[in-house]
């Protein structure tokens, strides 16, 4: 049902590299949202978006950045990785801050 | 102590059996979810409500506002109902997540 695409589902990088995790969707959804979950834990924020052009800052966001340039994309990029930034990373978007959520398949992050 | 609460944290049920997963919340919400996260990751939103109840199928949702409190409830329950059941709540954008109810059905 979900139009909401993540890229990588896996990835494996050493320390100190740069990534950055493509989420696309194709549902025409202003809201989109980055969320960082531990095993066995509660999802966290890291970033969200009201628009093109407009991103707010969560509660991890502190080591990363984002960009919404178009509508339907919306990368999150860790500038520099460290073993701490394992975790997986999903990707969410909404019509409304007060409606539905869509959710990707998430992408499994390994810092090394 | 997490803003959002829920419980149990696990919960096993024979099959067939009626089901309720609580969830408790301190902070002032305008909505609040109902998510389903199977093993391997992936999340689907069951319900997102600020008022009353909502029924989808075997699936009921219920949330008092005065109270801070929701529930969700499954009947007749079903193996394949056996997830992670995760209620979240907030306003603009910025929601608050449970940790999640681990349900296990039995055949």
């Known amino acids: 049902e979900a139009d909401i695409y993540q890229t990588p589902r896996y990835l494996v990088i050493g320390t100190g590299k740069k990534i950055t995790l493509e989420c696309s969707q194709t549902?025409?959804?202003?809201?989109m949202y980055w969320y960082q979950q531990d095993p066995g834990m509660e999802l966290h924020l890291i970033h969200y978006s009201y628009g093109v052009n407009s991103t707010e800052k969560g509660d991890l966001s502190s080591e990363s950045t984002v960009s919404r340039i178009r509508t339907e994309h919306f990368p999150l990029t860790l500038e520099s990785a460290r073993p701490s930034h394992t975790s997986q990373y999903l990707c969410a978007s909404s019509d409304g801050f007060n409606e539905k959520l869509f959710f990707g398949s998430g992408t499994q992050l390994s810092v090394l | 102590k997490n803003e959002v609460e829920q419980s149990p944290q696990n919960l096993t049920a024979q099959e067939g059996e009626f089901i309720t997963i609580n969830c408790s919340y301190s902070v002032g919400i305008s909505a609040l979810h109902w998510l389903q996260q199977h093993p391997g990751g992936g999340i689907v939103s069951l319900f997102m409500l600020s008022s009353g109840k909502k029924k989808h199928g075997r699936l009921i949702a219920t949330i008092n506002i005065q109270e801070k409190h929701s529930s969700l409830h499954i009947t007749a329950s079903h193996p394949r109902d056996s997830a992670v059941y995760i209620c979240?709540?907030?306003?603009?954008?910025?929601?608050?997540f449970g940790k999640g109810t681990k349900l296990s059905v039995k055949p």
């Open positions: 979240a709540g907030g306003s603009q954008g910025n929601l608050i």
């Open positions: 549902m025409g959804h202003d809201k």
